[in-house]
T-cell receptor, first 112, second 113 residues
Framework: DQQVKQNSPSLSVQEGRISILNCDYTNSMFDYFLWYKKYPAEGPTFLISISSIKDKNEDGRFTVFLNKSAKHLSLHIVPSQPGDSAVYFCAASVPGANNLFFGTGTRLTVIP | DTAVSQTPKYLVTQMGNDKSIKCEQNLGHDTMYWYKQDSKKFLKIMFSYNNKELIINETVPNRFSPKSPDKAHLNLHINSLELGDSAVYFC????????????FGQGTRLTVV
């Protein structure tokens, strides 16, 4: 059973516009959430994270929003750049866990 | 310097063969992982080792055997390879508790023919 879901397999956005990537989860014990970015033939690289005690975390052009009641988080990229084109994975962990649960990823294409 | 390195990057082999994938991290992390990304792009944990001790072993066929000679290395040995083993395998490392990011290797694309 997949506990972290990314229901949009792909997203296309014009350069300069906002990209919004969504992620839903089912396990209410998750207390830490991460976004990873993956280019072809490379491993995922960490992008940004958020603890469940917060509802927003910002790092430059990247902002992650967490809505615990809806069990939903989103990643906003603004402005989007062609170099942002990649697959984005949402991940989550429970307290004391030794594992990250990943979504299936969303392929973002930023059109110049 | 590569933080998490795994070799080989590509591996094509016949059914029934035994193969190994090596992984090394130079980050001083205590915990290492093997993840499998299948054809549906689902990234799922296989094993987790903390200081050379196995702490997670998901439902993985016992043909898969991880070996950790020291905390900087976690190798994956696969016996009697099957067509369904074809996937991309990622090694990763982190510090526990897992409230910080895990660092991933570049992946090994295994194709069983």
């Amino acid at each position: 059973d997949q506990q972290v879901k990314q229901n949009s397999p792909s997203l296309s956005v014009q350069e300069g516009r906002i990209s919004i990537l969504n992620c839903d989860y089912t396990n209410s014990m998750f207390d830490y959430f991460l976004w990873y970015k993956k280019y072809p033939a490379e491993g995922p690289t960490f992008l940004i994270s958020i603890s469940s005690i917060k509802d927003k975390n910002e790092d430059g052009r990247f902002t992650v929003f967490l809505n615990k009641s809806a069990k939903h988080l989103s990643l906003h990229i603004v402005p989007s750049q062609p170099g942002d084109s990649a697959v984005y994975f949402c991940a989550a962990s429970v307290p004391g866990a030794n594992n990250l649960f990943f979504g299936t990823g969303t392929r973002l294409t930023v059109i110049p | 310097d590569t933080a998490v390195s795994q070799t080989p990057k590509y591996l094509v082999t016949q059914m029934g063969n035994d193969k190994s994938i090596k992984c090394e991290q130079n980050l001083g992390h205590d915990t290492m992982y093997w993840y499998k990304q299948d054809s549906k792009k689902f990234l799922k944990i296989m094993f987790s080792y903390n200081n050379k001790e196995l702490i997670i072993n998901e439902t993985v066929p016992n043909r898969f055997s991880p070996k950790s000679p020291d905390k900087a290395h976690l190798n994956l040995h696969i016996n009697s390879l099957e067509l369904g083993d074809s996937a991309v395998y990622f090694c990763a490392s982190s510090q526990l508790p897992l409230n910080t990011e895990a660092f991933f290797g570049q992946g090994t694309r295994l194709t069983v023919v």
